[in-house]
C-alpha cells in the first residue's frame, strides 16, 4: 500500500474536521447576527415609541394647564387657551413626524392603542370649547386619558417583552 493510501483516512478526517468547523463557526454567525439585529430593531422601536409617548404627553400637559386656567384641574401653572395655541401647535407639529416614525417601525397592537391615546388627547384639546364642562366632566376625560395611556404602554410592553410595568396612577398632593 503506498503513503498516500495509508493517510488517506487522516486527510479526510481533516477535510471533514475543517469543513464541520466552518459549517459550527458560520451558523453560529448567523445566529449572531440574527440577535444583535433584533436587538438593534427593538431598541429603535423602544426608542420611537418613546418619542412618540414624550410628544403626545406634551399636549396632555398643555390640555392641563388650560383646564387649570378654566378652573377644571389643580395644574399649579395655568395657561390662558389663547396663550396655549401656539405651543399645542409646536407639539402637534413635533407628533406628526413622531407617529409616522411609529408607523413604520410599530406593531399594529401598539399603532391602535397610540390611535387611540392620540384621539383622546385631541378630545382634551377641544375641552375648553365643549358645551360641557366642569370638573366632573374633566375629572373623566382624565380617568379615560390615563386608561388609554395605560392602554398604550402595556402594548409597548408587550411587543418588546418586558415586564409588566407601573400604571401611573397616583393622588396629587392637595394642600389641606
Known sequence: MSAFMQQLPALIGVVIGALGSYLAIV??????????QAARWEER??????????????????????AA?????????????EAAAPLLAAALDARDPAWEALLMLGTPEVVEKAREWALMA??????PNERVRGQNAWRDLLQEQRATREAYYTAVRDDLALPPGHSARWQPYVPA
Do not use: Q, W
Open 27 to 36: 451558523r453560529g454567525d448567523r445566529a449572531r447576527f440574527g440577535r444583535e
Open 122 to 127: 385631541m378630545r382634551m384639546e377641544n375641552f
Open 69 to 81: 386656567h378654566l378652573g377644571d384641574d389643580p395644574h399649579p401653572h395655568p395657561l390662558p387657551p
Open 45 to 66: 422601536r423602544l426608542a420611537v415609541y418613546s418619542d412618540y409617548a414624550r410628544c403626545l404627553k406634551k399636549t396632555i400637559t398643555l390640555t392641563y394647564r388650560v
